[in-house]
Each structure stands twice: as C-alpha cells, then as structure tokens.
C-alpha cells in the first residue's frame, strides 16, 4: 500500500482497532454462474476479519477481471453491464455506437437477455480498449456509421 494513503484506523464493522497491514484481500465478482476472483493489497481487521480495499488497488484489481472476461469470453447480462461499464459507456452512448435501440441494451443486461457473442467480443475490444487509453474500437464503429462521401486516395509509402 502506498505510504501516502490513508489507513483505516478503526474498523467500521466491530470497532477493533488492529489490522493486517497489507493483506493479500480477495476482490470477487459473479457474472451469473461464472465467478472471478482477484487478491488485492488491503487492510484486515484482526478482531472481526473486515477487509479494507484502497481505491487504487480496487481499481486495479477490476481492471484484471475486466481482462479475463474479456479472454475467457464471459458472457450473460452481468459481463454484458460489467464490459459496458468498463468501456465508459452509457447505454444509450453504446447503442447509438452500435446502431441498435437502447432498449436492445437494457435486455442484454437484464435477467434473461444477453447479448451475442458478436457483441460480446465488440464489448470486450471498448473495455479492452479503455484499459488501455486508447479509442481504437470506438473510433472504428463511429467511422463505420458515417463513411466518407467522394474519393478517398491513400498515398503508398
């Protein structure tokens, strides 16, 4: 944990006052039968076994499971909502992107919906991509909606 983070000093849950000092804290999230699980550096309350996540490592280990997902091809409304997120999007930004009516979204990420592997992997490249600090994929389905009128040259090298 980073010196110039703050530590928790009393444990919200019984008011112990002894942690673990960077523990190895699971962070897990179901997406519907499908588990992943990530070890973050966190605090853990001696008395109680509370567990404290700094934002940063939180972050970090969300990141990682955005990447499996994304590896394992983790599909279902949950990764639907997860992979959206993960790109920065809204529903409504993501279906225009898609070219689909926002309804289409909100039923991939509900109960019973989901999303086909087609968009899944679309998803997949905006989270990917978000990851990496980078537009590639949302540039490509923004120009993709507005091709350009008129002769295109390409100069060869």
């Not at 990764?79 to 979204?105: F, T, Y």
Request: proline share 4%.
């Amino acid at each position: 944990m980073n010196e110039s983070e703050a530590r928790v000093e009393i444990c919200v849950t019984c008011q112990g006052r002894e942690f673990e000092r960077d523990a190895a804290v699971p962070v897990e999230r179901a997406f519907g039968d499908v588990r992943v699980a990530v070890a973050a550096r966190g605090d853990r309350c001696v008395a109680c076994g509370a567990a404290y996540v700094p934002a940063a490592a939180l972050e970090a280990a969300e990141s990682l499971i955005t990447t499996e997902l994304v590896a394992r091809g983790v599909g279902g409304p949950e990764a639907a909502r997860w992979l959206r997120k993960g790109a920065g999007l809204a529903a409504d930004e993501l279906a225009a992107l898609l070219d689909v009516d926002p309804a289409a979204v909100r039923a991939w990420e509900a109960e019973g919906g989901a999303p086909t592997r087609a968009t899944l992997a679309v998803l997949g490249a905006l989270a990917s991509d978000a990851l990496d600090g980078v537009t590639t994929t949302r540039d490509r389905l923004r120009a993709a909606g507005h091709p350009p009128a008129g002769t295109v040259r390409i100069r060869a090298a």
